[in-house]
């Protein structure tokens, strides 16, 4: 079987790459997409109440973005470096991305926030990655907060002004390096609300990795390996979700982490176990769901491993097709951009096209 990258390529006009959040996290747009016919609607995300049943199960990543980003310099020669921490390895030990990378071989001290926090790199890794030991006095994350800054995406090219912007409202577990961006539409009241008309919410943790945003370089997507991340389901998340299932009512994933999660955490008959674990998991169309039904999740990169894991769900023509029309009605893409809400039904909308 041969699937090509090139066939999940479209044509983004740059101005429609949000570069800042909006004021009120509920008022993004919201494109409704039938999974079985392809129909399309248009919404504000805050009524996506509408579009869910009482007996639903919303599946959440409540996994917290950490401040990953430093800017330091070499000990040696004082040349800038920017330094990404990617994932924990042990103890102070990161696994991480440094620019410029090719000066920074093994043995050579950083020092960040004049001397706060030091490091030395210990061996290059896989991809090119630096394995970094830090050397500081305090708290770690009272010092990450202090002196990192959130690792927004290449797109993203304004500074932001609340490092809370990028993180969901329910964040609360620290280890991603990127936000899971479909949440971020979500507030306090609209979840509450969502709560209120009977619908389970239930959470889930995948720490995020930077390989969210790299790109799939091999022409025959099936080639491509996914980056590792560690996600966790708890035996209340796994209970909520198979009473769901039992029950008739439908799970529904909010972003691409929460799906890719739960149907790792699954076993063949589709029933989700309580486990911490890694995963690889790579969805792509031809992929048959164990539990997931529906997904609300944004805009993504054309040829993106996110593009194919949304046309897995709903078929790439109808995928592609309800992209050309939200680039048509301008709407906003990526990270601080506009949501999806692909489900099997759209009929309460008027405005169906």
């Not at 494109?31 to 009482?54: C, M, N, S």
């Not at 994932?87 to 071989?105: H, S």
Request: hydrophobic fraction near 35%; proline fraction near 4%.
């Amino acid at each position: 079987m041969e699937l090509l990258k090139s066939d999940f390529y479209f044509e983004l006009p740059q101005e429609l790459i949000a570069q800042d959040p909006l004021e009120d996290r509920s008022s993004s747009r919201l494109l409704l997409l039938d999974k079985q016919t392809g129909k399309t609607a248009h919404r504000v995300f805050r009524d996506i109440v509408e579009y869910l049943h009482p007996g639903d199960c919303l599946v959440l990543n409540n996994t917290k973005v950490i401040p990953a980003r430093l800017l330091g310099e070499r000990e040696e020669t004082g040349a800038h470096v920017e330094v990404l921490l990617l994932k924990r390895r042990e103890g102070n030990i990161w696994e991480t991305l440094v620019k410029p990378g090719k000066k920074c071989k093994p043995g050579t001290r950083l020092s960040f926030g004049g001397g706060l926090l030091r490091g030395e790199v210990l061996e290059t890794v896989e991809e090119g990655n630096r394995l970094i030991r830090f050397e500081y006095e305090g708290i770690w994350e009272e010092v990450l907060d202090r002196l990192g800054e959130m690792p927004l995406p290449p797109y993203i090219t304004h500074k932001l002004q609340d490092k809370n912007r990028y993180q969901t409202v329910y964040a609360k577990y620290e280890g991603s390096a990127a936000a899971p961006t479909a949440g971020l539409h979500f507030t306090p009241d609209l979840l509450a609300r969502i709560e209120e008309k009977g619908v389970h919410i239930a959470y889930v943790t995948l720490h995020v990795g930077l390989g969210t945003f790299r790109p799939v370089k091999e022409e025959n997507v099936l080639n491509h390996h996914m980056h590792s991340e560690y996600y966790q389901v708890s035996d209340e998340t796994a209970a909520m979700i198979n009473e769901t299932k039992a029950r008739g009512g439908r799970v529904i994933c909010v972003g691409t982490t929460s799906c890719r999660t739960i149907e790792s955490a699954a076993d063949e008959n589709g029933c989700v176990i309580a486990k911490s674990d890694n995963t690889e998991i790579f969805i792509y169309p031809g992929y048959r769901f164990k539990v997931l039904d529906c997904l609300i999740t944004n805009f993504h990169l054309p040829e993106s491993t996110l593009v194919m894991l949304v046309s897995a769900l709903a078929g790439r023509e109808h995928v592609l097709n309800a992209y050309e029309e939200a680039i048509r009605e301008r709407y906003r893409f990526f990270s601080f951009g506009d949501a999806m809400f692909i489900s099997d039904e759209i009929e309460k909308s008027g405005e169906e096209s």
